[in-house]
Each structure stands twice: as C-alpha cells, then as structure tokens.
C-alpha cells in the first residue's frame, strides 16, 4: 500500500530512484493482471525499447487461425530486470518479468512480474481486482538501468481519482508519458522542440562537454554531439537509454549518419578473434602507412568493388513481407563468388542493439567554424527530423532496401593496435525516407 496523495509524491518517489521519463498504463477493470498478463499495444513498435531489455528469438509461430497471423515469423521476448517499489523507496524484485510479442493477435503483453516476487502488488492479482477499483501502472528506467514500477489503485492512492491526463508515447499506442522533472500533461516532443528553438536561436555555441554536471570545454572530434548535449543538460556517458525527454539525440554534419555499432556474432568475424579476420579479409592501407584495414560501403543488393562482399537479409521473402524461422534470419556479408560468409549478425543481435536507444530519436545538422583561442564552435539547424515507435523487423527491411547499410571502418595500425569500428549508417540525403521506413511516426519540425 503506497498511500500517494499527489503527483509530486509520485514523481519524487521516482526521481529518488533516478527516472527521468516514466510509462503510465490505465489499466482494464477485468484484464491486466497476473492470470491475462498486461497489455501494452498492438506491436514492438515503441513498447519494448521504452526500456532497457534483453531480447530473445523464440521459435517460429504455427498458427493460422488467428486473425493477422504470421505463420513461420519469430517470436520476440524481452527480458526485464524489474522491481517494485514501496512507499519508501524500498525495491522487490521481479525477475521473471517479460515483454512478449504474440504478433498473430497481434499484442503485446508483459507477463511474469509477480512470479518469485516477495511482495508484489496484490491489485494485479486476477482473484482480488474486486478489491482495489480503478487501478493505473507506471514505470521508468533508474539511474542503474533497472526498469522499476508502481500500481496506484482507487482504493488506496487519492490521487487515481484526479490523475491528469496524460500525452499517448504514439498515436497508435496504449502507454502514457510522464516526464518525473516536467509538467503534469507536458508533451516530450514539445518540450524538447522548445529547448532545441532556444539552442539554435543562441547562434554558435563553443565546444563543449557534460562530465556529470561539470561543464568543461571540448577539443575532439564529437564536440558537435557532445556540446548539444551539454546545452541540453544530458551528461556525457555510454549508458544504452535516450538523451532527452526519452528521445536519442543525433547531430550530424557529414554525409553519413551513425546509427549504431553492434559487432557481427556470426560467419568468419563472429567465430574468430579480429586480428584473424582484418588477416583473412583486409588489405593494406592504399596511403602505405603501414596499416592494414578493412572498409568500404556494403548495402544490399550492391557487391564492393574493393572486398567483393554484399549484404544480404536471409530468411526474408521480399514479395510477401515474411520473414522465416529465427535461425534464418540473419544479415550477412557474403563473397557473391566463393560462398563464404566474412560476417553476419543474428536476429537476436541486431534486436538488442537497436532496441537500446532507438524508440524515439531526433536528427538535427550542425555547421562548425573555428571560434576563439581555436576551440571549435557550432551552429544548429533550426529544422530537425524525429521519430517514434521502431522495432527490428523496421530495421531489416531498411537494410534489405539498401537505405541502412554497413560502412566499417576497422583497422591494424602498423604499430600493432588494434581499431574495431563496424558502423552501420545512412546517408544523410536519405534521412527522410530511411526514418519513414524506421519509424511508425516520422515528422519534419522547423522552428
């Protein structure tokens, strides 16, 4: 019983376990408990990479009597590591806690959460629902990664009766969002729209970093990305969660934009040290420096000239948009002459690392000059693109079409050091249509 009067109570509880952005679900008089599980939409799409997850492939589904069935499309879990939390901050942990795609519904629903729990909420406990009345889940990713969660019910929590109401995460959604440090109703997207309109109406900004609060000035060469986030507020780190009001912030000034850097996990790469394959499969630095390297851009449906690999998307049907069992599904880079695979990156693989960081992401341009005493200084677009709700099999198929594709940049420097850079990327004159294809809701923002 956690007895919370006001929002302020419940946003202090949760900003003393470090979340920034949390998930509200108004959850069904007669469903959402133990026995139906918790409903959270109707796909992957902006649900699972809502919060740290591990995913994991199950087999193919068999079904054909569902209605939108997907015969032979893997199934996808996403394991939580979640707990509840009392009054007093106090965690329970549930460790059984899972994201499940049953795509022949098509749902998502998230199950196990009171299994091996020593005191869960009994207000999700199918035989006592009569008990609590109106009841509302919310959750959020603390300051350790941990997705930690709260069930406020009419009968002990004030606050139900006069919880505001809050902005969907997307149009075709069921979750809410509630910013811990914002406004009751405040949209992220249009918060993050007001603080970039102030950053670009500020002109140049110096160079500059965010190291956990500390402002400090910046010489390298991601001082573009870094100085946005210091302005911004965010801190400079590696933890795989969004920047901003739950968004994944990308500036770019190139012509090529980063999306992530997973490393392949199959093929010669996945099954052999990197020194054996920059051996097998790079060649010498064509400036002679010594080093030897392995680059190049490989898309789909394109062999390099220089490696003679393609990319390709197995255990996909184009014609008819299905993919095949999960031990077939994979991306691959393969020699078109002898057969043989240099690398390649599993379902489960590529999952993972694009459900880290890319449910919501907003991509904006930088220009840079020289500014005083030699420290870099940045001027940001005033138009931006940003998109919401992604999930793997989005990502496949901008890979089968050749709008994500691998540009790898590894190298053996002749000093015997070592560089592992495998960049997947898209050209940023292809930034529109490649976040129509990566996200269900993709618009243009001029300020």
């Given at each position: 019983m956690l007895g919370i009067t006001t929002l302020g109570q419940l946003q202090n509880l949760l900003r003393g376990q470090g979340v920034r952005t949390a998930y509200v679900k108004l959850l069904s008089p007669k469903q959402d408990n133990d026995k139906n599980q918790i409903y959270?939409?109707?796909?992957?799409?902006?649900?699972?990479?809502?919060?740290?997850?591990?995913?994991?492939?199950?087999?193919?589904?068999a079904?054909?009597?569902?209605?939108?069935?997907?015969?032979?499309?893997?199934?996808?879990?996403?394991?939580?590591?979640?707990?509840?939390?009392?009054?007093?901050?106090?965690?329970?942990?549930?460790?059984?806690?899972?994201?499940?795609?049953?795509?022949?519904?098509?749902?998502?629903?998230?199950s196990g959460f009171l299994n091996g729990c020593e005191a869960g909420p009994d207000a999700l406990r199918r035989r006592l629902l009569g008990e609590f009345g109106r009841r509302i889940l919310v959750m959020g990713t603390a300051f350790d990664g941990k997705v930690v969660g709260v069930v406020l019910t009419e009968r002990d929590d004030p606050l139900v009766a006069e919880f505001p109401d809050l902005p969907?995460?997307?149009?075709?959604?069921?979750?809410?969002?509630?910013?811990?440090?914002?406004?009751?109703?405040?949209?992220?997207?249009?918060?993050?729209?007001?603080?970039?309109?102030?950053i670009v109406q500020g002109g140049w900004h110096s160079s500059r970093i965010n190291r956990g609060g500390r402002?400090?000035?910046?010489?390298?060469?991601?001082?573009?990305?870094?100085?946005?986030?210091?302005?911004?507020?965010?801190?400079?780190?590696?933890?795989?969660?969004?920047?901003?009001?739950?968004?994944?912030?990308?500036?770019?000034?190139?012509?090529?934009?980063?999306?992530?850097?997973?490393?392949?996990?199959?093929?010669?790469?996945?099954?052999?040290?990197?020194?054996?394959?920059?051996?097998?499969?790079?060649h010498p630095a064509?400036?002679?420096?010594?080093?030897?390297?392995?680059?190049?851009?490989?898309?789909?449906?394109?062999?390099?000239?220089?490696?003679?690999?393609?990319?390709?998307?197995?255990?996909?049907?184009?014609?008819?948009?299905?993919?095949?069992?999960?031990?077939?599904?994979?991306?691959?880079?393969?020699?078109?002459?002898?057969?043989?695979?240099?690398?390649?990156?599993?379902?489960?693989?590529?999952?993972?690392?694009?459900?880290?960081?890319?449910?919501?992401?907003?991509?904006?341009t930088f220009r840079s000059r020289e500014g005083e005493g030699g420290l870099a200084e940045y001027q940001y677009s005033p138009t931006w693109v940003q998109g919401r709700g992604t999930d793997v099999w989005r990502l496949l198929r901008a890979i089968d079409r050749g709008i994500v594709f691998y540009d790898p940049a590894d190298t053996i420097y002749a000093d015997n050091r070592a560089k592992v850079r495998p960049q997947w990327r898209i050209n940023s004159s292809q930034l529109t249509q490649a976040m129509d294809l990566l996200y269900a809701e993709a618009t243009t923002v001029t300020v």
């Open positions: 959270l939409g109707g796909g992957l799409d902006g649900v699972t990479n809502l919060f740290p997850a591990t995913i994991e492939v199950r087999s193919a589904s079904s054909t009597a569902k209605r939108k069935s997907a015969v032979g499309k893997p199934k996808l879990e996403a394991k939580l590591e979640f707990a509840w939390l009392g009054g007093n901050g106090a965690r329970y942990d549930a460790p059984n806690t899972r994201i499940i795609d049953y795509f022949q519904y098509p749902e998502v629903r998230m969907l995460v997307g149009a075709r959604g069921v979750l809410r969002v509630l910013l811990v440090d914002g406004e009751a109703g405040a949209d992220p997207a249009e918060l993050l729209r007001h603080e970039l309109a102030a402002i400090e000035p910046f010489t390298g060469a991601q001082g573009g990305g870094y100085t946005l986030e210091a302005l911004l507020g965010v801190a400079a780190n590696a933890k795989k969660a969004p920047d901003r009001h739950g968004f994944e912030i990308k500036s770019f000034s190139g012509s090529r934009i980063s999306l992530m850097t997973p490393t392949p996990d199959l093929g010669f790469q996945g099954t052999h040290n990197f020194r054996e394959f920059m051996e097998r499969f790079g064509v400036n002679g420096d010594g080093s030897r390297r392995f680059t190049g851009l490989h898309k789909s449906g394109t062999v390099n000239a220089k490696t003679g690999l393609e990319l390709r998307l197995t255990g996909y049907d184009r014609e008819e948009d299905r993919f095949g069992d999960a031990a077939e599904v994979s991306v691959q880079l393969w020699h078109v002459e002898t057969g043989e695979v240099a690398a390649a990156w599993s379902l489960e693989k590529l999952a993972n690392c694009w459900n880290a960081k890319h449910a919501s992401a907003l991509y904006i």
